[in-house]
């Protein structure tokens, strides 16, 4: 590692550096296009919906065309439906809760401020990432009707015409998706083995001596720079089984730190020796193996078993490394029966899933995020009354949009959102209204021009997590503008409204989240690391009820919140590099270091799953007493070892001694005397996998611990 960091090029000026992420961020990837074409076709037909049949609100119709998951048409139908119930839930509650508070001021300013708390509360704590954003639209556009002083009926109307825009935009969704018919997993399968060809291309230059491409240069740097955050956010919205979802996410992790060890052998400095090109040879071909095994489902062959490959390439230590990822790759095949989506069942005894994440009541984090966004929206709704100018009540919308991407960012983040905002607004919105809108007297000159702003946003939003909040803010802006009504606006006063709203908005998402409650994105990125070693040490030690439902019950929990540590590390990863300073250098380092880290954090907990499974004595996992008992010690050994690695990052002395090696030893010897008291050749064959799986455990778990020390 510390090769890696000495080896790291020159930090480039931050002018030069944004100028390479756009370029990078905007490149092309296989099935961009395609979904930026799916996005604008649902975009437009809903649009068109609703100014033919004059349907006012259509916006929020349109913005639901391009948040809704497609990750498969399965996901798309169950996230539609999932929407749709959800619409009907937040009209049900607006028409009920409000008919018993409009007519008593300070009630009406407690049931707004309940309103948004409970909207805030569900976007961190509903599993359904579309589900969240449904409710929480639904409060923030449906609140503001009933401040008007209007009739009773007519703001029941709008609650239902907004209801319909919303059901026409998920509908019209779920038909364009379901007619791709794409298939369960394509996106995240599609994008890792991508990456796995990338780096097995560069690979087989350099085994057979020859230059390397420029076209498989240039295709490594653009993916080690993109990263995988786009993977990451998939799999975070999607609605894929725990087991596959963690699976693929410590692929993604492991693909993205190989591709980046990659990038580093198109430096111009980099040579391979000719004694190193068989083991770069045989590594090309163990990517080559692992890639299509994640195609086809199924265990990869290596072309060497890790066990008996145990030197290193030394006078490449780049490829040292990349060894390792493989092998840590093959550890993640080998320690599930199938990586195939659509092979995966819920085992015996596991809980049924939840709408709720299942520390949804329980984790503090949830409560703070749902009184900070409360906060924000009120504070905006309070100062748009106050000054009378309901015009800007596009603020509190701007909030709850805002905050679905606010976990993990950094206040450098909230110049794209302004920026979006200005282009979406001022430049897009106000622009088309005064030079383009005048020469238009017919829905199909508008259809272009929506047309071509959708394609533009869309493109930007298919980016990753870093770049792609522009393209949602720039989309924002201008429906908020064009298609509050089923008329083109012509009033530049009402833009400007809408478009002060938004800034006004995003001005308050900043001060809030950013800065009374704030931390730099590394402060972050360590707390949340560190955080997630000690939940693992904690998942190391379960499970502590001997009521078995209740110990199943409790390591879901853990498992999420571990999952949920992961994602925002690599979150604040991604927020680090948007921060400048004197002390830039040093925390690029330390993201390189948790970045390398967190990996094999990953694959280890996956192997702690699969050992978990023995200690609670699931249905074929049953173990001898004898053997149980040794287990116990070791799994509390390594607890222990995980807890010093969370002592040393916070600059702690760990008081506790530990002997993860002779805890292991003990494993081993029970294992043998087991298996020699025993005749039955099926008990000593699932002893075996127990004996190697917690060798595994044993020799990650010192490895990370030596990396880290």
């Known amino acids: 590692m510390a090769t890696v960091a000495q080896a790291m090029p020159a930090v480039p000026s931050p002018l030069a550096w944004f100028s390479e992420f756009l370029k990078q961020e905007l490149a092309p990837y296989p099935g961009r296009a395609a979904l930026v074409a799916r996005m604008v076709i649902a975009a437009t037909l809903v649009m068109l919906i609703g100014m033919i049949f004059r349907i006012p609100y259509m916006f929020q ?33 607006l028409l009920i809760s409000a008919r018993l508070v409009i007519s008593v001021p300070t009630v009406h300013l407690l049931w707004v401020m309940s309103s948004f708390f409970l909207a805030f509360y569900a976007i961190r704590a509903l599993k359904n990432f579309g589900a969240s954003v449904t409710f929480a639209i639904m409060i923030c556009v449906g609140v503001p009707f009933w401040d008007r002083h209007v009739s009773a009926e007519t703001n029941v109307e709008d609650t239902l015409w907004l209801s319909l825009a919303s059901a026409i935009g998920v509908v019209v969704t779920m038909a364009v998706e379901l007619s791709a018919r794409m298939q369960p997993g394509e996106d995240i399968v599609t994008g890792l083995a991508e990456r796995l060809a990338a ?13 390397v491409s420029r076209l498989t240069e240039a295709k490594v740097t653009r993916l080690a720079a993109v990263g995988t955050s786009m993977l990451r956010r998939i799999l975070k919205r999607s609605a894929y089984p725990p087991d596959y979802a963690e699976q693929m996410g410590a692929m993604t992790g492991l693909a993205g730190a190989l591709v980046d060890l990659a990038a580093n052998l198109t430096l111009p400095a980099f040579h391979v020796s000719a004694e190193d090109r068989k083991d770069v040879s045989r590594l090309a071909e163990n990517v080559c193996s692992i890639r299509s095994a994640l195609l086809s489902g199924k265990t990869p062959d290596l072309s060497e078993p890790a066990a008996v490959q ?60 749902a ?21 800007i009540s596009t603020a509190v919308t701007t909030c709850f949009l805002t905050a679905l991407s606010t976990i993990g960012s950094s206040r450098q983040k909230q110049v794209l959102r302004i920026a979006g905002a200005l282009v979406g607004g001022f430049l ?56 509050r009504t089923f008329g083109i606006e012509s009033s530049l006063s009402i833009a400007r409204d ?76 991604d927020a680090v590099l948007f921060e400048f300073g004197p002390s830039r250098q040093k ?20 192997m702690r799953i699969a050992l978990w499974k023995y200690r609670v004595q699931l249905p074929g996992f049953e173990l001898p007493e004898a053997l149980r008992s040794a287990q116990r010690e070791f799994d509390y050994e390594s607890a222990k070892v995980l807890d010093a690695m969370a002592d040393r990052l916070e600059d702690k002395a760990s008081p506790e001694r530990y002997s993860l090696e002779d805890s292991f030893e003990l494993v081993r010897q029970a294992v043998k005397t087991c298996c020699s008291g025993e005749p039955q050749e ?4 699932k002893l075996q996998t127990f004996l190697a799986l917690s060798r595994n455990i044993e020799s990650l778990t010192m490895s990370l611990s030596r990396e880290m020390f």
């Not at 780096?199 to 230059?211: G, I, T």
């Not at 478009?499 to 006004?504: D, K, R, S």
């Not at 560190?530 to 409790?554: H, N």
């Not at 925390?587 to 907990?605: A, G």
Request: glycine share 6%; aromatic share 12%.
């Open 310 to 369: 145990e030197h290193a390439l030394h006078s490449t230590p780049f490829l040292s490394e990349m060894e390792k990822i493989v092998r840590l790759m093959n550890g993640v095949f080998t320690g599930s029966q199938s990586l195939s989506v659509s092979a995966q069942r819920p085992p015996s005894g596991d809980p049924a899933p939840t709408f709720f994440f299942r520390d949804a009541f329980t984790n503090p984090e949830h409560l703070k995020f």
């Open 61 to 93: 119709g349109v913005i639901y065309t391009l948040i809704i998951s497609r990750e498969s048409s399965r996901a798309t139908l169950k996230s539609g439906l999932t929407i749709l119930a959800l619409t009907g839930i937040g009209a049900a509650y």
């Open 587 to 606: 925390d690029l380092e330390w993201r390189t270091r948790i970045r390398e880290w967190q990996p094999q954090l990953r694959t280890l907990f996956l």
């Open 428 to 483: 897009v919105g106000m622009g088309s209204q005064i030079f383009i809108l005048p020469y238009l007297d017919s829905i199909a000159g508008f259809t272009i021009l929506f047309i071509l702003v959708t394609a533009f946003a869309s493109w930007f939003m298919t980016s990753s997590p870093r770049l792609s909040y522009f393209g949602m803010q720039v989309a924002l802006a201008f429906y908020l503008i064009h298609l």
């Open 682 to 685: 099926s008990l000593a064959a």
């Open 199 to 211: 780096v097995r291309d560069l690979l087989e230059c350099y085994a057979n001596d020859c230059p």
């Open 498 to 573: 809408r478009v002060v709203g938004i800034l006004l908005g995003l001005v308050m998402m900043w001060f809030i989240f950013d800065q009374l409650w704030g931390a730099p994105a590394l402060v972050q990125m360590k707390n949340v690391f560190t955080s997630a070693l000690r939940l693992l040490a904690e998942f190391a030690r379960e499970p502590l009820s001997a009521d078995q439902p209740v110990a199943i019950e409790r390591s879901y929990a853990l498992r999420e919140a571990i999952n949920e540590s992961f994602d925002s590390v690599r979150a604040s990863a």
């Open 371 to 391: 009184i900070k966004g409360c906060l924000t929206a009120t504070l905006c709704y309070i100062l748009y009354n106050a000054i009378d100018w309901p015009g």
